[in-house]
Protein backbone atom coordinates (compact mmCIF):
# COMPACT_ATOMS: atom_id res chain seq x y z
CA UNK A 1 0.00 0.00 0.00
CA UNK A 2 1.60 3.31 -0.92
CA UNK A 3 1.13 5.46 2.40
CA UNK A 4 3.96 5.41 4.36
CA UNK A 5 3.09 3.03 7.94
CA UNK A 6 2.97 4.68 11.49
CA UNK A 7 1.95 8.63 10.72
CA UNK A 8 -1.33 10.40 10.87
CA UNK A 9 -2.25 11.83 7.57
CA UNK A 10 -5.31 13.44 5.21
CA UNK A 11 -6.41 11.90 2.29
CA UNK A 12 -7.94 15.38 1.46
CA UNK A 13 -5.13 17.71 2.52
CA UNK A 14 -2.47 15.34 0.76
CA UNK A 15 -4.26 15.08 -2.85
CA UNK A 16 -5.52 18.83 -3.27
CA UNK A 17 -6.67 18.93 -7.19
CA UNK A 18 -4.51 20.78 -9.96
CA UNK A 19 -6.65 23.33 -11.36
CA UNK A 20 -8.33 22.06 -14.44
CA UNK A 21 -6.51 18.28 -14.13
CA UNK A 22 -8.17 15.31 -13.04
CA UNK A 23 -5.99 13.02 -10.98
CA UNK A 24 -5.30 9.57 -9.74
CA UNK A 25 -3.20 7.88 -7.71
CA UNK A 26 -3.28 3.88 -7.23
CA UNK A 27 -2.48 2.96 -3.38
CA UNK A 28 -2.75 -0.37 -3.89
CA UNK A 29 -3.43 -3.00 -6.19
CA UNK A 30 -5.29 -6.30 -7.11
CA UNK A 31 -8.73 -7.25 -7.11
CA UNK A 32 -10.12 -4.32 -4.74
CA UNK A 33 -7.99 -1.77 -6.13
CA UNK A 34 -7.89 1.35 -4.16
CA UNK A 35 -7.49 4.77 -5.82
CA UNK A 36 -7.67 8.18 -4.88
CA UNK A 37 -8.98 11.17 -7.45
CA UNK A 38 -8.47 14.65 -7.17
CA UNK A 39 -10.87 16.42 -9.17
CA UNK A 40 -10.96 20.31 -10.04
CA UNK A 41 -13.39 22.54 -10.31
CA UNK A 42 -15.37 22.41 -13.73
CA UNK A 43 -13.75 18.84 -14.29
CA UNK A 44 -15.39 15.63 -15.06
CA UNK A 45 -14.47 11.63 -15.75
CA UNK A 46 -16.70 10.32 -18.09
CA UNK A 47 -19.40 7.72 -18.00
CA UNK A 48 -17.61 4.37 -18.30
CA UNK A 49 -18.95 1.47 -18.24
CA UNK A 50 -17.37 -1.76 -15.54
CA UNK A 51 -18.34 -5.07 -14.64
CA UNK A 52 -17.52 -3.93 -10.46
CA UNK A 53 -18.86 -1.90 -8.50
CA UNK A 54 -16.76 1.28 -6.84
CA UNK A 55 -17.39 2.16 -3.24
CA UNK A 56 -16.76 6.03 -3.41
CA UNK A 57 -15.95 8.01 0.07
CA UNK A 58 -15.59 11.40 -0.45
CA UNK A 59 -12.99 13.26 1.45
CA UNK A 60 -12.98 17.13 0.42
CA UNK A 61 -15.52 18.87 -2.20
CA UNK A 62 -19.02 18.01 -3.76
CA UNK A 63 -18.67 15.28 -6.63
CA UNK A 64 -22.06 14.86 -8.79
CA UNK A 65 -22.23 10.77 -9.90
CA UNK A 66 -24.24 10.44 -12.99
CA UNK A 67 -25.41 7.75 -15.28
CA UNK A 68 -27.94 6.80 -17.81
CA UNK A 69 -31.76 7.29 -17.11
CA UNK A 70 -31.24 10.32 -15.92
CA UNK A 71 -29.60 8.85 -12.74
CA UNK A 72 -27.70 11.12 -10.52
CA UNK A 73 -26.55 11.49 -6.96
CA UNK A 74 -24.74 14.70 -5.12
CA UNK A 75 -21.98 13.56 -2.69
CA UNK A 76 -20.25 15.87 -0.53
CA UNK A 77 -17.39 15.50 2.02
CA UNK A 78 -18.66 12.35 4.35
CA UNK A 79 -21.06 10.60 1.72
CA UNK A 80 -20.46 7.74 0.22
CA UNK A 81 -22.22 5.64 -2.67
CA UNK A 82 -21.76 2.06 -4.22
CA UNK A 83 -21.75 2.63 -7.70
CA UNK A 84 -23.88 -0.27 -10.22
CA UNK A 85 -22.28 -2.41 -12.35
CA UNK A 86 -22.70 -2.70 -16.08
CA UNK A 87 -24.26 0.73 -17.23
CA UNK A 88 -22.86 4.01 -17.71
CA UNK A 89 -21.39 5.74 -14.40
CA UNK A 90 -19.22 8.84 -14.33
CA UNK A 91 -18.29 12.03 -11.88
CA UNK A 92 -17.79 15.66 -12.08
CA UNK A 93 -17.58 18.33 -9.90
CA UNK A 94 -18.19 21.90 -9.94
CA UNK A 95 -16.17 22.64 -6.87
CA UNK A 96 -13.68 20.45 -6.73
CA UNK A 97 -13.54 17.28 -4.94
CA UNK A 98 -10.93 14.12 -3.45
CA UNK A 99 -12.31 10.57 -3.01
CA UNK A 100 -11.22 7.42 -2.56
CA UNK A 101 -12.70 4.67 -4.80
CA UNK A 102 -12.78 0.68 -3.81
CA UNK A 103 -13.18 -1.69 -6.58
CA UNK A 104 -15.93 -4.48 -5.23
CA UNK A 105 -16.24 -7.23 -6.73
CA UNK A 106 -19.98 -9.09 -7.41
CA UNK A 107 -18.75 -11.98 -6.35
CA UNK A 108 -17.74 -9.84 -2.60
CA UNK A 109 -20.13 -10.02 0.38
CA UNK A 110 -21.89 -6.95 0.78
CA UNK A 111 -23.66 -5.74 3.86
CA UNK A 112 -27.29 -5.06 3.49
CA UNK A 113 -27.76 -2.55 4.78
CA UNK A 114 -25.52 -0.65 1.34
CA UNK A 115 -27.65 -0.72 -1.65
CA UNK A 116 -26.17 -0.27 -5.06
CA UNK A 117 -27.01 3.79 -6.16
CA UNK A 118 -28.07 5.17 -2.70
CA UNK A 119 -25.67 7.73 -1.19
CA UNK A 120 -25.37 6.81 2.58
CA UNK A 121 -22.52 8.14 5.16
CA UNK A 122 -20.35 5.65 6.94
CA UNK A 123 -20.50 7.58 10.45
CA UNK A 124 -24.31 7.12 10.50
CA UNK A 125 -24.97 3.54 9.70
CA UNK A 126 -23.34 1.81 13.19
CA UNK A 127 -24.81 3.61 16.09
CA UNK A 128 -22.63 4.25 19.35
CA UNK A 129 -23.65 2.08 22.49
CA UNK A 130 -22.53 2.53 26.00
CA UNK A 131 -19.97 0.95 27.62
CA UNK A 132 -19.06 -1.05 23.72
CA UNK A 133 -17.53 -1.26 20.41
CA UNK A 134 -20.01 -1.68 17.89
CA UNK A 135 -18.46 -3.10 14.63
CA UNK A 136 -20.04 -3.62 10.76
CA UNK A 137 -18.60 -5.80 8.03
CA UNK A 138 -19.29 -3.07 5.03
CA UNK A 139 -18.30 -5.48 2.33
CA UNK A 140 -15.50 -9.09 2.50
CA UNK A 141 -13.83 -11.15 1.04
CA UNK A 142 -11.14 -13.52 1.58
CA UNK A 143 -8.65 -11.10 0.68
CA UNK A 144 -10.25 -7.61 1.50
CA UNK A 145 -12.33 -6.93 4.92
CA UNK A 146 -13.92 -2.79 4.99
CA UNK A 147 -15.26 -2.35 8.25
CA UNK A 148 -16.83 0.10 10.81
CA UNK A 149 -16.33 0.57 14.42
CA UNK A 150 -18.22 2.73 16.51
CA UNK A 151 -16.34 3.15 20.00
CA UNK A 152 -18.02 4.19 23.32
CA UNK A 153 -16.27 6.07 25.17
CA UNK A 154 -13.41 5.14 27.96
CA UNK A 155 -13.23 1.68 25.45
CA UNK A 156 -10.00 0.62 23.78
CA UNK A 157 -8.80 -2.47 21.82
CA UNK A 158 -5.55 -3.62 23.39
CA UNK A 159 -2.22 -4.25 21.21
CA UNK A 160 -2.41 -6.65 18.68
CA UNK A 161 -0.59 -7.62 15.45
CA UNK A 162 -2.71 -6.36 11.94
CA UNK A 163 -2.59 -10.06 9.37
CA UNK A 164 -2.30 -7.72 6.30
CA UNK A 165 -2.12 -3.90 5.65
CA UNK A 166 -4.90 -1.44 6.84
CA UNK A 167 -6.40 1.51 5.89
CA UNK A 168 -7.72 3.85 8.61
CA UNK A 169 -10.60 6.34 7.94
CA UNK A 170 -11.53 8.08 11.12
CA UNK A 171 -15.51 9.20 10.76
CA UNK A 172 -16.21 11.06 14.27
CA UNK A 173 -14.55 11.99 16.99
CA UNK A 174 -11.24 11.94 18.36
CA UNK A 175 -9.44 8.74 19.42
CA UNK A 176 -5.61 7.41 20.24
CA UNK A 177 -3.92 4.78 17.68
CA UNK A 178 -0.71 3.24 19.24
CA UNK A 179 1.51 2.13 16.93
CA UNK A 180 4.81 0.33 17.48
CA UNK A 181 5.42 1.78 20.53
CA UNK A 182 4.37 5.35 19.96
CA UNK A 183 0.85 7.47 20.65
CA UNK A 184 -1.18 8.99 17.67
CA UNK A 185 -3.39 11.72 18.09
CA UNK A 186 -6.61 11.13 15.16
CA UNK A 187 -9.75 13.10 14.32
CA UNK A 188 -12.24 12.90 12.00
CA UNK A 189 -11.35 13.73 8.38
CA UNK A 190 -7.53 11.96 8.80
CA UNK A 191 -6.12 8.19 8.10
CA UNK A 192 -3.72 6.13 9.46
CA UNK A 193 -2.00 3.12 7.97
CA UNK A 194 -0.88 0.06 9.71
CA UNK A 195 1.98 -2.26 7.96
CA UNK A 196 1.62 -6.11 7.81
CA UNK A 197 2.19 -7.17 11.40
CA UNK A 198 2.51 -3.84 13.00
CA UNK A 199 1.51 -3.64 16.56
CA UNK A 200 -1.50 -1.23 17.43
CA UNK A 201 -4.15 -0.46 19.62
CA UNK A 202 -6.92 2.24 19.68
CA UNK A 203 -8.65 4.32 22.60
CA UNK A 204 -11.42 6.28 22.78
CA UNK A 205 -11.02 8.70 25.51
CA UNK A 206 -14.83 10.62 24.02
CA UNK A 207 -17.11 8.60 21.38
CA UNK A 208 -15.07 7.38 18.08
CA UNK A 209 -16.19 5.52 15.12
CA UNK A 210 -13.84 4.91 12.01
CA UNK A 211 -13.76 2.91 8.97
CA UNK A 212 -10.94 -0.16 8.52
CA UNK A 213 -9.95 -1.05 4.93
CA UNK A 214 -7.84 -4.56 5.26
CA UNK A 215 -5.78 -5.89 2.36
CA UNK A 216 -4.66 -9.77 2.59
CA UNK A 217 -3.07 -9.25 -0.89
CA UNK A 218 0.61 -8.18 -1.36
Known amino acids: MEEK ?3 VFSIAKDNMPVPGCTIS ?56 VL ?5 PIGMKTDTGA ?36 VNMDVVHNDKMKFVIMAFAAGTELSEH ?25 IKAGENFRFAKAGIHSVKAAKRFKMALLLTLES
Open 161 to 185: AAPGEALIFVLDGEGVIGYEGKEHP
Open 83 to 87: TSTDI
Open 25 to 80: KEVHGGENGIIYFSLAKNTDISAEIFPYHKLLIVAEGSLEVYGTNGYRKVLHAGDS
Open 5 to 7: AGE
Open 98 to 133: VYTEIEIRRSDIMNEAIKAGEVFRLAEIVPYQDGKI
